[in-house]
């Protein structure tokens, strides 16, 4: 009997010495090598240094071609993270022209797929006074940190090839960007409808800058509800065209506005047709697809081009040939949104009479098609994927009531 309460004893205190070992373990603090930037969120020539216990500095690099704008804080924790408190104090000594911190909140998640909003601490205007993020008590080993509600090539190619095995959608591979990437277009309709191709409306959403990651949660949203059983009529009458991100090289460098080249992604059209010598290499792939789409028998009726600034949703129009002819006046569809948006997410559509700069994305296929085209703003105060995506899936119906028949 002494024995076995011998054994017993020494069992219990190997076991004990083990847990505290592995509490000893979950309480490491964090280092400057548990940190990455070079992942799937990524942020190019961004440094780390350890200032104190589980308190870093950040300095971040900027993009191509564009000394003055920052690349956005984007990173992963690879290990220990468990147990610990970060806090990240960060920098940019370039300028200002597109601060790290501009819209308050950031995201940081376990696994990269569900995202938790933080808010930055001081919102500071100058880059160069820093700003700082206090992070929750982790209570996983493994930390991502990106932009807005981040979205990576990775998150993109997963969703497309989901998305693509519905037998409504089909995906086209358009070309590889600079660093190799796919550029995608996914298209949904019914391929069964009674309705002919030529007779049904085609809607075509672009993203044009790569770091607006809430205006592509806003597409996501679109094309869920679009595959969904609410879309079935939808996919009868239209023919929807999805380019959720132009530039895919950027999330992995933090990239904002630009891809490889350094051109401002929405300031890439051209308006006398795509020139491979003129236009960056991933802007000239999908503006030579959009004029095969124009040039076939079921050319765009209406190109939205999605971005990202403050507020919420903010669509502004331009009129093309079916708006009040065709179908009722424009303000028909801004009642439209205004019904089935009761959290106002959206604020109401607004037109403008004239483009302004043709190589924006919203003015020149307006000029160089005389289609309607939408520039489609705002959403940096919308901090969940959640929102996001609800607002795309309130445009996504709004547009369906709006575009009624068919042509
Ligand atoms: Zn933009």
Redesign the pocket.
Known sequence: MKRIKLLYRTVMLISSVICLSLQGANARELSTSDFTFDGPFGSAGATIERVGANHFKVVLGHAPEHPTWCNMLQFQILQNAKGNRLRLDVYFFGGDAYRFNHYAHSSWSYDGIDWHPIKWQKETQKSSEGDTLLFPKFEKDTVYFGHQVPMSYENVRGMMEKWDKHPHAKLHILGQSLGGRNIYRLEITDPKSPHPRNRRWVHYFGN??PG?HNAQWRMAGMIDWLLSDAGVDCRRRSISHFILIMYPDAPSHGWYRVGLQGVDG?RSYSVKGADKQKQPHEAYIVQKDLEMLMASETPVTDLWSM??WGGVVEPIMLVGPEIGTKLPAWTRLKEIIRQNDPDKLIKPLAIREKPSNTAHWNNGPHVQFGITTVLCEGAGNIITKKENMASGVILMKSLAQYYKDTK
Request: hydrophobic letters at 0%; zero cysteines; proline letters at 0%.
């Open positions: 044009q800058h607006e929405n971005h990202t």
